[in-house]
């Protein structure tokens, strides 16, 4: 009954988090190994460098290169500032004179005489990467990455969006089945500042409003529809990367798109973390090398022994599953069949597959490594 598939998400009270910081660029290491270092401290720093600006002086000034670059008072390497005169042409015998002022500052980094076109590189900007965990320096790549460990609480989620976060963990006394309302909010949460919300099997757009206004960093719910998301996000977004988008706060869902309650272990977890520190994260990838949005609360039930119920791992007929590919992605059923021979796909790609029955009544072939076992 065995084969390839995705593990179902993790929600853990009490696991190893290893995270990994990295630039984008060479830059430097600011801790040392086995520092102790909390979420919002800042680990690796560098400068990003600052943007090109072409300028086409003789397109401006309607002059020839040649006299352009007998013109030209500035240099390679040489800074000059915005509205700094850089050019100055004679015409009719040096009778009349015209100039041309830079428009941004910045570092003078080539000229070519063929065409004018002088560049500026403008400043380069600083960039600060933080723990984003509270936890110890593990390991250290100078100047370029430290990998923060620290034991605490996992709560994985199917599809989020928005980037990194932290916060507050604000369990919800809703059912998970419940959509949750402005009034559920005002009723339950004393404080919004800094707020994970996390409850319900989805939120309506008065309570996505209310959150936003009121300082919440984060909601994490069952489901969304596409309707919401598209009003949170402000255009149609896709489900293979996210994580970049420019939103007041992080949405996390555990379940799929619709209106699907909330996991009885991600409520279970979230009533005893409630109050904690946290970190979140919506980014998500569901192709080759998966991301899940996740919440992290480091060491908050680490020392506790009373676990969650454990879950299955093995997957037979009658398994709940969820479909983490499109064209059926978030789609929840149950196996009715495990072919054992690989079958050929409409792709091409001869792989394992399993029939299941959606809850939408709807059977369908999917290959294994396209669903993950339900909690």
């Known amino acids: ?38 979420a919002k ?9 600052g943007d090109l600006s072409i300028l086409r002086i003789a397109d401006r000034m309607s ?27 004679k015409y009719f015998f040096g009778f009349f004179t015209s100039s041309f002022r830079s428009p941004v500052s ?9 065409n004018a076109h002088l560049g500026i590189r403008q400043a380069p900007q600083p960039l600060s990467v933080g723990a984003y965990v509270s936890g110890v320096v593990t390991h250290v790549e100078e100047g370029r990455a430290v990998s923060i460990e620290c034991q605490g609480s996992v709560i994985q989620g199917i599809f989020g969006v928005g980037g990194e976060r932290m916060g507050v963990i604000r369990a919800l006394s809703v ?68 994580g970049d988008e420019e939103i007041p706060l992080t949405l996390i869902v555990t379940e799929g798109f619709g209106t699907l309650p ?3 272990s ?9 109050g904690k520190p946290a970190s979140v994260n919506g980014a998500t990838q569901v192709r080759a090398g998966a991301m899940r949005p996740e919440i992290i609360v480091p060491g908050a039930l680490a020392n506790q022994i009373s676990p969650l119920p454990s879950t299955t791992t093995s997957l037979g007929i009658g ?27 409409e792709s091409g790609a001869v792989v394992r597959v399993l029939e299941a029955k959606l809850d939408s009544g709807e059977k369908v072939i999917v290959p294994r490594a396209n669903i993950e076992l339900m909690l």
Do not use: H, W
């Open 175 to 242: 059912r998970p089945d419940r959509i949750v309302t402005a009034t559920d909010l005002q009723s339950q949460v004393s404080s919004f500042e800094s707020a994970i919300l996390i409850g319900g099997s989805q939120f309506d757009r008065e309570a996505i409003q209310l959150a936003i206004e009121r300082g919440a960093v984060a909601i994490v719910t069952g489901s969304i529809d596409s309707i919401s998301l598209r009003n949170l996000v402000g255009f149609e977004i896709g489900v293979s990367v996210t």
């Open 262 to 264: 909330i996991s009885q």
């Open 1 to 38: 009954m065995g084969g390839a598939y995705t593990p179902g998400l993790q929600v853990s009270r009490a696991t190893t988090v290893v995270k990994v910081r990295e630039l984008p660029v060479l830059g430097r290491v600011l801790v040392k190994l086995g520092d102790k270092v909390e």
């Open 63 to 89: 002059a020839d290169p040649e006299s352009i670059a007998k013109g030209l008072l500035v240099k390679p390497e040489e800074i000059v500032q915005e509205g700094q005169e850089i050019c100055k042409v």
């Open 41 to 49: 401290t800042a680990v690796l720093a560098a400068e990003l460098p």
């Open 266 to 274: 991600i409520v279970a977890l979230a009533k005893e973390l409630d």
């Open 319 to 345: 398994s709940r599953v969820r479909i983490i590919r499109v064209p059926y992605f978030g789609a929840q059923g149950t196996v009715l069949e495990l072919p054992p021979e690989p079958i050929a796909i």
């Open 106 to 114: 910045g570092t003078v980094e080539y000229f070519t005489e063929s």
